[in-house]
């Protein structure tokens, strides 16, 4: 149980065009989703937390414009980055918070790579 | 702010070998403590965890017990595996709700 997917798993976009990323909690209902962004060799960083039915909440530093999160239902949040330019290129990895729970449950991420 | 520190790698072990990841924490009240592994080209996977102080969480032979006398989470494997080699996150949770991850270990075990 606890699986969550993202979709797609690589991209690669030209600079100026925009890319949207699925995350998707399969077996369970997710009222709290979180998108992380991760740099070669680096730890995690947090974007935005996401709740559903309502606005996505930033990180200090995160552009909302830029990064675009919808959490439409309690299995689905999208990320959709636009305007894409190089210094976008990353891995950006999801993860779901299982109701009454402390645990978050990561997908598998997304390579995100602009030209 | 909470802060979790944890040891720097790479760490390369030969397979059977005892393997200890440190971690040590800065926090606020009583939170949540994570680790979490990510094996190459993947996302992270809940290895184990604890929430509160003298717990132990253990999975696929790896263990770690919660320590707040001395703000700890250690993570210990008796004998590594070529399998295990992958980067490993201590993390931890508080009030808020986020994570907040460790820079990172990664470990390569050998035949």
């Known amino acids: 149980g606890a699986v969550v997917s993202q979709h797609p798993s690589r991209v690669i976009c030209k600079s100026g065009t925009s890319v949207k990323i699925e995350c998707r909690s399969l077996d369970f209902q997710a009222t709290t989703m979180f998108w992380y962004r991760q740099f070669p060799k680096k730890s995690l960083m947090l974007m935005a937390t996401s709740n559903e039915g309502s606005k996505a909440t930033y990180e200090q530093g995160v552009e909302k414009d830029k990064f675009l999160i919808n959490h439409a239902s309690l299995t689905l949040s999208t990320l959709t980055v636009t305007s894409a330019h190089p210094e976008d290129s990353s891995f950006y990895i999801c993860s779901a918070r299982v109701v009454r729970s402390d645990t978050q449950y990561f997908g598998p991420g997304t390579r995100l790579t602009v030209l | 702010g909470n802060s979790v520190t944890q040891m720097e790698g790479p760490v390369t072990l030969s397979e059977e070998a005892f393997l200890t990841i440190n971690c040590t924490y800065t926090?606020?009240?009583?939170?949540?403590l994570f680790w979490y592994v990510q094996y190459p080209g993947e996302g992270l996977q809940l290895l184990l965890k604890a929430t509160k102080a003298d717990d132990k969480g253990s999975n696929k032979g790896f263990e770690a017990t919660y320590r707040k006398e001395t703000t700890s989470f250690h993570l210990e494997k008796g004998s590594v595996q070529v399998s295990d080699s992958a980067v490993y996150f201590c993390a931890l949770q508080g009030g808020s709700e986020k994570l907040v991850f460790g820079k990172g270990t990664k470990l390569t075990v050998n035949p």
């Open positions: 926090a606020t009240g009583y939170p949540s």
